[in-house]
């Protein structure tokens, strides 16, 4: 299983019969200041980027059946302090709620942009092949909510939708295997980091 950004270290997870800290999704509120997302916001290059494909574990599938975005992916080399914090979020969520075993970030995170008419259906970031090895999904909202309307990131958990929020600097944290989508934007542009954490199969 290759990972491109090992974490440096873990703490011990202290695990029970049960695990009855599960939530289905939980989120940092300001994870990134103002300034940080700004940042962030300017490594967004043009002609980096690609249209969006959804990868089921054996092929890419057509991206307009269920996701259509455009993507670019940021590098570790000068954004370490990125994948630090985010590294950080998703082992302190790890060790207090889902209590998964990981061991770092599978690829490089993605800056998606949503515009109009973009949008994620209903899917799950868990599938078969290398899909099968991640265990946290992550999103962080670099937009502020006025600025688009639409692209609501939503959980569908047992027949009850919910959707997460929408503050600008937050990072979302998630069960690849929680089924997820972001609505179509109807104005503006939104934009957000993706990526996710891996680790060995479940067993």
């Given at each position: 299983?290759?990972?491109?950004?090992?974490?440096?270290?873990?703490?011990?997870?202290?695990?029970?019969?049960?695990?009855?800290?599960?939530v289905?999704?939980?989120?940092?509120?300001?994870?990134f200041?103002?300034?940080e997302?700004e940042?962030?916001?300017?490594?967004?290059?043009?002609?980096?980027?690609?249209?969006a494909?959804?990868?089921?574990?054996?092929?890419d599938?057509?991206?307009?059946?269920?996701?259509?975005?455009?993507i670019m992916?940021?590098k570790?080399?000068g954004?370490?302090?990125?994948?630090d914090?985010?590294?950080?979020?998703?082992?302190?969520?790890?060790?207090g709620?889902?209590k998964?075993?990981?061991?770092?970030?599978?690829?490089?995170l993605?800056l998606?942009?949503?515009?109009?008419?973009?949008?994620?259906?209903?899917?799950?970031?868990?599938?078969s092949?290398?899909l099968?090895?991640?265990?946290?999904?992550i999103t962080v909202?670099?937009?502020?909510p006025d600025?688009?309307e639409g692209?609501?990131l939503q959980?569908?958990?047992?027949q009850?939708?919910?959707?997460?929020?929408?503050e600008?600097?937050?990072?979302?944290?998630?069960?690849?295997?929680?089924?997820?989508?972001v609505?179509?934007?109807?104005k503006g542009?939104?934009k957000s980091?993706v990526g996710w954490?891996?680790?060995?199969p479940?067993?």
């Amino acid at each position: 299983m290759p990972i491109i950004r090992p974490f440096r270290s873990l703490p011990p997870i202290a695990r029970k019969e049960y695990n009855y800290e599960f939530v289905d999704y939980m989120w940092y509120n300001g994870l990134f200041k103002e300034e940080e997302v700004e940042t962030i916001r300017s490594l967004w290059k043009p002609d980096q980027t690609i249209d969006a494909k959804v990868n089921t574990g054996d092929q890419d599938i057509a991206k307009e059946t269920l996701r259509k975005s455009e993507i670019m992916f940021i590098k570790p080399g000068g954004n370490e302090w990125i994948y630090d914090r985010l590294s950080n979020a998703c082992i302190q969520a790890n060790t207090g709620r889902y209590k998964f075993d990981i061991t770092g970030f599978q690829t490089e995170l993605q800056l998606a942009s949503y515009g109009i008419k973009h949008f994620f259906d209903w899917h799950m970031d868990f599938g078969s092949g290398d899909l099968s090895n991640r265990k946290l999904s992550i999103t962080v909202q670099l937009s502020d909510p006025d600025e688009y309307e639409g692209g609501e990131l939503q959980f569908m958990i047992n027949q009850t939708v919910f959707t997460a929020t929408k503050e600008k600097g937050t990072a979302i944290i998630f069960p690849s295997f929680a089924l997820h989508r972001v609505t179509p934007i109807t104005k503006g542009c939104r934009k957000s980091i993706v990526g996710w954490i891996s680790g060995p199969p479940y067993r």
